[in-house]
């Protein structure tokens, strides 16, 4: 199955810092992926999308400058967290779809999660 | 506005129960639905979806859900439930974007 390799897993860094995170779509290509943020026992909050070879979409609330995302090729897509702060602290996921699938029906690969602590 | 709502928080069932977790859905048109399960600390799994036609839909690990237009439900059944399906579950809407609408999650606990 397609499977999303995001790494990593857990990183903690200091307040001030920045922090990238890497999602790759392992064995098929995915012109979209989607970055999430988890908070403890909450739902997934869509950040924004990430689309190949152009401009990330981002969600309202979300702040462009401090979620820089680049989606440079078909299977990477990164998170860099610029100055991080420990509010940023979270459960980031990427998520990807595949390239070859043309309806909104299909489903959606996650990768396992990034755990960012700021300290 | 379109939503996915998950009523219960928190279910604790014992093992070899049965199980059934609660998605409602708010949306303009029927929607793409997903069940997703979601282990601490880890990405999330696919378990079923429905697009169409039979309204059961079975999906992996043994289980189910039944998508009733009626009710804009999309409940999550499992007959007997195992130790190992202890997780957060994920009921998520999509349709008419490219974006999913995740409800809140249910955090299922298994008693032995």
């Known amino acids: 199955g397609a499977v999303v390799s995001q790494h990593p897993s857990w990183v903690i860094c200091k307040s001030g810092t920045s922090v990238k995170i890497e999602c790759r779509s392992l064995d098929f290509q995915a012109t979209t992926m989607f970055w999430y943020r988890q908070f403890p026992k909450q739902s997934l909050m869509l950040m924004a999308t990430?689309?190949?070879?152009?401009?990330?979409?981002?969600e309202q609330g979300v702040e462009k400058d401090k979620f820089l995302i680049n989606h440079a090729s078909l299977t990477l897509s990164t998170l860099t967290v610029t100055s991080a702060h420990p509010e940023d602290s979270s459960f980031y996921i990427c998520?990807?779809?595949?390239?070859?699938?043309?309806?909104?029906?299909?489903?959606?690969?996650f990768g396992n999660g990034t755990r960012l602590t700021v300290t | 506005a379109q939503s996915v709502t998950q009523p219960d928080i928190h279910i604790t069932v014992s093992e070899g129960a049965s199980l059934e977790l609660r998605c409602n859905y708010s949306?303009?048109?029927?929607?793409?639905l997903f069940w997703y399960v979601q282990s601490p600390g880890q990405g999330l799994q696919l378990l079923l979806k429905y697009f169409s036609g039979d309204t059961l839909v079975q999906g992996i690990k043994g289980f189910e859900a039944e998508f009733k237009r009626s009710q804009s439900s999309f409940n999550l059944r499992k007959p007997s439930v195992h130790w190992s399906d202890a997780a957060e579950y994920f009921c998520a809407a999509g349709g008419d974007t490219d974006k999913l609408i995740f409800g809140t999650g249910t955090r299922l606990q298994v008693f032995p």
């Open positions: 990430s689309n190949e070879g152009s401009k990330a979409t981002y």
């Open positions: 949306y303009g048109a029927t929607p793409y």
């Open positions: 998520s990807a779809r595949e390239r070859a699938a043309r309806l909104f029906n299909s489903p959606l690969h």
